[in-house]
T-cell receptor
Framework: GNSVTQMEGPVTLSEEAFLTINCTYTATGYPSLFWYVQYPGEGLQLLLKATKADDKGSNKGFEATYRKETTSFHLEKGSVQVSDSAVYFCALSPRVQGAQKLVFGQGTRLTINP | DGGITQSPKYLFRKEGQNVTLSCEQNLNHDAMYWYRQDPGQGLRLIYYSQIVNDFQKGDIAEGYSVSREKKESFPLTVTSAQKNPTAFYLC?????????????FGSGTRLTVV
């Protein structure tokens, strides 16, 4: 079946530190991969996505590369800010005909201290 | 502006009562989804609908019901059969046209059983 495994949280960093949140997946075929961000009390916002192997998604200084050989889509940012504090979800959307849904990881809570 | 509206933002329910959560979208998206979010468990799919008058069970449909009488609306009823209904509920819609494939999330409804 399809599943997503994320790095356990919570993660606490100081401002300007380097961030990595690991994400690996199991899927039939080659899914599309996503990172979503959730700020306190809000819904999910798409942060970035990649639709095929070796694609790199990027947005707001965050990056993630679709690695088919390691079935991974790790999220990185070179210098985090306090405003990046949120919960981050890795997700996949299968490409199998009829499978029209997102499968999420458990989420990683990130806290950035000034 | 187009988007998804979930109401109410906070909802309190007595044990044994049914309650309906509203989800309305003006994005002209065909597919709509309901997810449940619990701490440390990510998002789990309750029900989804790909077209009007049709819907499918997700991974945790027991104790919930939905309807899709209009393209714009996908209400979720939490019935008294749901054993642990206290959670954050997120509605989403999806546009899939050719190479464009994206999900939009509402801001959520927090349901508390008292």
């Amino acid at each position: 079946g399809n599943s997503v495994t994320q790095m356990e949280g919570p993660v606490t960093l100081s401002e300007e530190a380097f961030l990595t949140i690991n994400c690996t997946y199991t899927a039939t075929g080659y899914p599309s991969l996503f990172w979503y961000v959730q700020y306190p009390g809000e819904g999910l916002q798409l942060l970035l996505k990649a639709t095929k192997a070796d694609d790199k998604g990027s947005n707001k200084g965050f990056e993630a590369t679709y690695r088919k050989e390691t079935t991974s889509f790790h999220l990185e940012k070179g210098s985090v800010q306090v405003s990046d504090s949120a919960v981050y979800f890795c997700a996949l959307s299968p490409r199998v005909q009829g499978a029209q849904k997102l499968v999420f990881g458990q989420g990683t809570r990130l806290t950035i201290n000034p | 502006d187009g988007g998804i509206t979930q109401s109410p933002k906070y909802l309190f329910r007595k044990e044994g009562q049914n309650v309906t959560l509203s989800c309305e979208q003006n994005l002209n998206h065909d597919a709509m989804y309901w997810y449940r979010q619990d701490p440390g468990q990510g998002l789990r799919l309750i029900y989804y609908s790909q077209i009007v008058n049709d819907f499918q069970k997700g991974d945790i449909a027991e104790g919930y019901s939905v309807s899709r009488e209009k393209k714009e609306s996908f209400p979720l009823t939490v019935t008294s059969a749901q054993k642990n209904p206290t959670a954050f509920y997120l509605c989403a819609s999806r546009l899939k046209q050719g190479a464009v494939d994206g999900y939009t999330f509402g801001s959520g409804t927090r349901l508390t059983v008292v």
